[in-house]
Antibody, heavy 122, light 109 residues
Framework: EVQLVQSGAEVNKPGESLRISCKGS????????ITWVRQMPGKGLEWMGT????????NYSPSFEGHVTISADKSISTVYLQWSSLKASDTAMYYC???????????????WGQGTLVTVSS | SYVLTQPLSVSVAPGKTASITCGGN??????VHWYRQKPGQAPVLVIY???DRPSGIPDRFSGSNSGNTATLTISRVEAGDEADYYC????????????FGTGTKVTVL
């Protein structure tokens, strides 16, 4: 069974750094790209960026590039989402999702993590 | 960047049919995928490549895509179908290629 298990909820202060994780199992981790998706309170889904765990090639949404870093450790089948300086506006639920790219021109997210709630407040 | 527009909400009585639209410029030329998000839960894929259903998704869920509108149809609606639904496409010409729709709240009366 394919599973993506995310790290637990976080409460941090503005300006602090943070790294959350997404651990894959039940599939060949290096053969599937992993995406991070943000959902702000009461709002819709936003694509943040995608990483190829086999070589750590990363593609960011212009809305998030420079503010977050996505990385991977394929030896432990884990992808990370990292902030060096959190803002109150980073308060949101963050999901990782596995990307199915069988049809390269029509990729979709076939499995999702359970979500990690990040709260940033002074 | 490419924009996908969905109605904010759809209300439907149990046993009836709900249709959720996803509008985009010439969306019929792209493959559309649909996700269901129940309250407090992660999204789940319910339709991919316009019409295909993942294993475990009942055949009450179906999809179509033509022209400027894609549609997710839920037949014989049940109380458990109450959720937010999002469409998604891949836009190869954009620096923001993974595009989600604005989302539709389905309420079962």
């Amino acid at each position: 069974e394919v599973q993506l298990v995310q790290s637990g909820a976080e409460v941090n202060k503005p300006g602090e750094s943070l790294r959350i994780s997404c651990k894959g199992s039940g599939h060949s981790f290096i053969n599937y790209w992993i995406t991070w998706v943000r959902q702000m309170p009461g709002k819709g889904l936003e694509w943040m960026g995608t990483i190829d765990p086999s070589d750590s090639y990363t593609n960011y949404s212009p809305s998030f590039e420079g503010h977050v870093t996505i990385s991977a450790d394929k030896s432990i089948s884990t992808v990370y989402l990292q902030w060096s300086s959190l803002k109150a506006s980073d308060t949101a639920m963050y999901y990782c999702a596995r990307l199915d790219r069988v049809m390269i021109t029509s990729p979709f997210f076939d499995h999702w993590g359970q979500g990690t709630l990040v709260t940033v407040s002074s | 960047s490419y924009v996908l527009t969905q109605p904010l909400s759809v209300s439907v009585a149990p046993g009836k049919t709900a249709s959720i639209t996803c509008g985009g410029n010439n969306i019929g030329s792209k493959s559309v995928h649909w996700y269901r998000q129940k309250p407090g839960q992660a999204p789940v894929l319910v339709i991919y490549y316009d019409t295909d259903r993942p294993s475990g998704i009942p055949d009450r869920f179906s999809g179509s895509n033509s022209g400027n509108t894609a549609t997710l149809t839920i037949s014989r609606v049940e109380a458990g179908d109450e959720a937010d639904y999002y469409c998604q496409v891949w836009d190869s010409s954009s620096d923001h290629p993974y595009v989600f729709g604005t989302g539709t709240k389905v309420t079962v009366l």
